[in-house]
């Protein structure tokens, strides 16, 4: 059975930094597409950052550029978000995805597979 659980959420003040991580389990990274989406209050989700478990290039949005970092580890089966300089608008649930299916560039990617999502609030 697929899953991805993500953690690493919380309560932050602007300016601050916290990493996301996605555990996944049921089966093992390979080569799959990852991706990292939030929803804000009263919004819709919107992608956030994206990449390939096997390597090579990584998407952001704008909004995040320069200021979120993803990152995996295959050897642990887990994805991560790092996230620095926070603002008030990055408050949102996060959620991981992943797909076997590779879609290139990632921004395009449609994913299968979705965790439970993590509450970040960055207070001004």
């Known amino acids: 059975d697929v899953q991805l659980q993500a953690s690493g959420g919380g309560l932050v003040q602007a300016g601050g930094s916290l990493r996301l991580s996605c555990a996944a389990s049921?089966?093992?990274?390979?080569?799959?597409?990852i991706g990292w989406f939030r929803q804000a209050p009263g919004k819709e989700r919107e992608w956030v950052s994206c990449m390939r478990s096997s390597g090579g290039s990584t998407g952001y949005a704008d909004s995040v550029k320069g200021r979120f970092t993803i990152s995996s580890d295959n050897a642990k089966n887990t994805v991560y978000l790092e996230m620095n300089s926070l603002k008030p608008e990055d408050t949102a649930v996060y959620y991981c995805a992943a797909d076997p299916v590779v879609v290139t560039p990632c921004s395009l990617q449609a994913y299968d597979y979705w965790g439970q999502g993590t509450l970040v609030t960055v207070s001004s």
């Open positions: 049921g089966f093992t990274f390979g080569d799959y597409a």
